[in-house]
């Protein structure tokens, strides 16, 4: 990639200078100057009313992808802790660097957000590249793109992963259109191979009913957005300390295209938090209707577990959008999951066949479910969830008594 301003055209407005989060732009003579400080972003063309600057994109087949070294995490920050996604994907980027010998990185964005870098290395990340900036203190998709961009146009990598998550699908496909890129998304498996340092990225297609392997050639560096649950966290190395590598940028607020007013927490209940529950209680079809969830949840309740459901529930209107997993919802990974009167249709297995341990309670022997399934009982769900609640509540008032 180039970049080229045509001075000719440039009204020398300064509104590519506000723009420009690494300070690459000034002015000579009334006239916008890009200094070598650049790091190609893209930021500016956009900015320009007079469309002065221009970036000349290099034909894919002629990008000399020798010159991309390294493995990229996009970090996601919540609540003051880098998110489950991020920390899933430092423990496969681990891998990967390995195999490809290269370091691991962490890119990490927000206001005050240094001390996670500790957080980062304990994790497996070598490096982390750390941007702090009031701007940048609640997800926004325009600055984080420009920074983002910056960073990968100046450093190099040749894989950068992101959680599939809304901040993660949102960011990861503007930086790749940004940066022309390709991108992989809502990735279940990354591999690499080493004879062609290529990512094998594995997703479902057709709605589940295959595995596809997607590879990029061409273009670098080679982009994936990977669902939340899919990967394992690497076990903490207290102690292990990662390279801080400070960033400075410039940004302006009224770049910022929007503001964040406030920030509402759905409230969705104590049981709906699927991502980090240990104990999941999904329900399906099988229910037949909306108040016989009131059954799963109790089981859910003695058991201090969540509430999950099928797609096929939630489009009937039975319960939130937020209970539901599977490809289209939430991808899970507890260690007790109980599917009652779910079929076991593939997009359900897709969010939840990673689970330590499934147990499926159907009256179809032949549901797809068991084939997943740890434990099976075939038999009428009205019948065996009240028994097992019964058993449940017995075994812990005895527990008690002792």
């Known amino acids: 990639m ?17 723009s420009c989060p690494y300070g690459a732009i000034v002015m000579v003579e009334g006239k916008a100057e890009i200094t070598e400080a650049c790091t190609l972003c893209g930021a500016c063309v956009a900015s320009c009313p007079v469309a002065a600057i221009a970036i000349e994109v290099i034909p894919k087949e002629q990008v000399d992808t020798s010159q991309y070294r390294g493995v990229w995490v996009v970090g996601e920050v919540t609540d003051g802790h880098l998110a489950g996604v991020s920390l899933e994907l430092l423990g496969k980027g681990r891998d990967l660097a390995e195999i ?3 370091p691991l990185s962490l890119v990490l964005l927000g206001e005050e957000v240094g001390r996670l870098a500790n957080t980062a290395g304990e994790h497996g990340a070598d490096q982390v590249y750390l941007v702090e900036h009031p701007v940048l203190h609640h997800y926004r998709t325009a600055p984080y793109t420009d920074v983002i961009s910056g960073l990968i146009n100046r450093y190099k990598p040749e ?6 998550t809304a901040m993660g699908r949102d960011l990861a496909s503007r930086i790749a259109a940004r940066i022309q890129a390709g991108l992989t998304a809502d990735c279940t498996g990354l591999e690499i191979d080493r004879k062609e340092r290529l990512l094998l990225q594995t997703r479902p ?8 392997t997607i590879v990029c050639r061409h273009a670098r560096p ?7 649950k899919v990967m394992s966290k690497p076990e903490p190395q207290p102690g292990r300390a990662a390279e801080v590598i400070p960033v400075q ?35 399906g079809r099988g229910l037949g209707k909306a108040e016989n969830f009131a059954l799963i949840q109790e089981l859910a309740d003695v058991l201090g577990g969540a509430v999950g459901a099928s797609r096929a529930t939630v489009d009937a209107g039975w319960i ?24 076991g249709a593939v997009q359900h297995l897709a969010g939840m066949s990673s689970s330590d341990c499934i147990v499926a309670i159907n009256k179809d022997p032949h549901a797809p479910i068991f084939d997943v399934a740890h434990y099976g009982i075939v038999g009428d769900l009205f019948e065996v969830v009240p028994a097992l609640i019964r058993q449940i509540k017995q075994a812990a008032g005895q527990g008690q008594e002792q």
């Open 2 to 18: 180039s970049i080229s301003l045509d001075k000719e055209t440039c009204t020398g407005c300064k509104l590519c200078l506000s």
């Open 100 to 102: 490809l010998e290269v």
């Open 159 to 164: 894989i950068v992963l992101f959680g599939a």
């Open 205 to 212: 297609a057709f709605g589940g009913n295959v595995m596809a």
């Open 222 to 228: 080679q982009m994936a957005t990977v669902r939340p």
């Open 249 to 283: 940028v410039d940004l302006d607020e009224r770049r910022a295209l929007t503001k964040i007013l406030e920030v509402i927490r759905e409230e969705a209940g104590e049981h709906v938090n699927l991502a980090e529950a240990d104990i999941i209680v999904s329900g």
């Open 320 to 343: 939130p959008a937020y209970h539901q997993v599977g490809q289209t919802g939430k991808t899970v990974k507890p260690k007790l999951y109980i599917a009652c009167g779910i079929s």
